[in-house]
């Protein structure tokens, strides 16, 4: 089973907010999540990202593979080290 953190849609219509979540691969966008490991809202001034640091640690020690955007999401939390 291939496992990758990716974004979840939560929120009303026009209203986008995201979780952080754990799932299987050829599950689909909002389907049923391993773990949740944090949310984030782009609406707020600033943003808000709340990220567990040691679920993200432990699954990313299991193989876990973040998206592009969870991945930019670590580093800006700083859990995973800036590239460059």
Request: glycine share 8%; charged share 30%; proline share 8%.
């Amino acid at each position: 089973m291939a496992v990758r953190m990716r974004l979840a849609r939560v929120g009303a219509t026009k209203q986008p907010a995201y979780r952080v979540v754990v799932i299987d691969s050829r599950s689909p966008r909002d389907g049923r999540a391993l773990d949740i490991i944090g949310h984030y809202n782009p609406r707020t001034e600033p943003i808000e990202l709340q990220i567990d640091p040691e679920k993200a640690s432990r699954w990313l020690s299991q193989g876990a593979r973040p998206s592009d955007t969870v991945e930019r999401l670590l580093r800006r939390a700083g859990i995973l080290p800036d590239i460059g």
